[in-house]
């Protein structure tokens, strides 16, 4: 006995073919001689579609909604402090350039310490004028 390939149905099919099997109006045999499936898969998709009933009205759309408005909160969040830090880089990247700090006349050469961080305070001082922010 050859073995059937493998079938996909849509959920259109399964919906019909649940629906049927909610009806009562045929047994289960009759449904999946009808239908060419097999009893326990239209139990089971009968099984889906009265779990899945009571989304159709709503009772969890709405807790859906406000768990997806709470993430949205928190993206926003992000993209506020991903936007201050990518300008905070942009800043100071610009001002390293403006103010000769990289490249030195050396190929690999680096600032002296107290330089660097004299640079660092002016540039983030500057940066916290610029967004109107307190420094902590």
Known sequence: MSRRPRRNHTA????KVALAAIKGEKTLTELAQEFDVHANQITQWKSQLLEGAAGVFGGEAK??????AVDLKTLHAKIGQLTLENDFVSIHRQSRWLYGCWPLKGAFSQPSEAKARTKAKAHSSY???RHRLEPT
């Open 12 to 15: 259109i099919f399964k919906a």
């Open 63 to 68: 807790a859906g909604s406000a768990t997806a």
């Open 127 to 129: 940066f916290l004028q």
